[in-house]
């Protein structure tokens, strides 16, 4: 009953650096979104894929691609890190329907020096 | 396009005391609205949701939140609060499958 799964946990990235945050959910969900948490900001939306096949932009998409790679995974990807991208990531899932809740995994914990 | 304020950043209540917080939303069409919670270091748990039917909402913890169309607001109540309600707070909209949400508010608990 794993839910949605991030990995990894915590990374720790030079500027300039790539890298792929992975999420997959086992809920049978359309809809999966990718969120950055700042102190005092809340939860900024970045992408999100309403389902399988489509992607859109979120508040803040600079810096970010996405890629939804089947219906279960949902990648966020940082071409070229920078120290500004320094934050905790939420992935989250949703079902069909407006009214349902949307279900979130623990976070990776991301720092760019 | 949708959005979600909290003008609360941060809220210390006694234990025991009432809590409200408050949220007011922009959509234009019927909004589907969430309360979360994000005890620290945590992921966020569903409070309450409302898409339509009684204004009153009844979630879980004790927690309650009251939708005013005419004021856009959807705002979060608790009775009374105990010391483990500490934590941050968001509302959040859906539209068109975009989940938004707002700055959160922190609640503090004092004995």
């Known amino acids: 009953n794993a839910g949605v799964t991030q990995t990894p946990k915590f990374q720790v990235l030079k500027t300039g650096q790539s890298m792929t945050l992975q999420c997959a959910q086992d809920?049978?969900?359309?809809?999966m979104y990718w969120y950055r948490q700042d102190p005092g900001m809340g939860l900024r939306l970045i992408y999100y894929?309403?389902?399988?096949?489509?992607?859109d932009k979120g508040e803040v998409p600079n810096g970010y691609n996405v890629s939804r790679l089947n219906k279960r995974e949902f990648s966020l990807r940082l071409e070229s890190a920078a120290p500004s991208q320094t934050s905790v990531y939420f992935c989250?899932?949703?079902?069909?329907?407006?009214?349902?809740?949307?279900?979130f995994g623990q976070g990776t914990r991301l720092t760019v020096v | 396009a949708q959005s979600v304020t909290q003008p609360d950043i941060h809220i210390t209540v006694s234990e025991g005391a009432s809590l409200e917080l408050r949220c007011n939303y922009s959509?234009?069409?019927?909004?589907?609205l969430f309360w979360y919670v994000q005890s620290p270091g945590q992921g966020l748990q569903l409070l309450l949701k409302?898409?339509?039917?009684?204004?009153l909402v009844q979630g879980i913890k004790g927690f309650e939140a009251e939708f005013k169309r005419s004021q856009s607001s959807f705002n979060l109540r608790k009775p009374s609060v105990h010391w483990s309600d500490a934590a941050e707070y968001f509302c959040?909209?859906?539209?068109?499958?975009?989940?938004?949400f707002g700055a959160g508010t922190t609640v503090t608990v004092r004995a």
């Open positions: 989250a899932s949703r079902g069909q329907g407006l009214n349902t809740e949307a279900f």
């Open positions: 809920m049978n969900h359309n809809s």
């Open positions: 894929s309403a389902s399988e096949g489509t992607t």
């Open positions: 959509y234009g069409a019927t909004p589907y």
């Open positions: 409302y898409f339509s039917g009684d204004t």
């Open positions: 959040a909209v859906v539209g068109d499958y975009k989940l938004s």
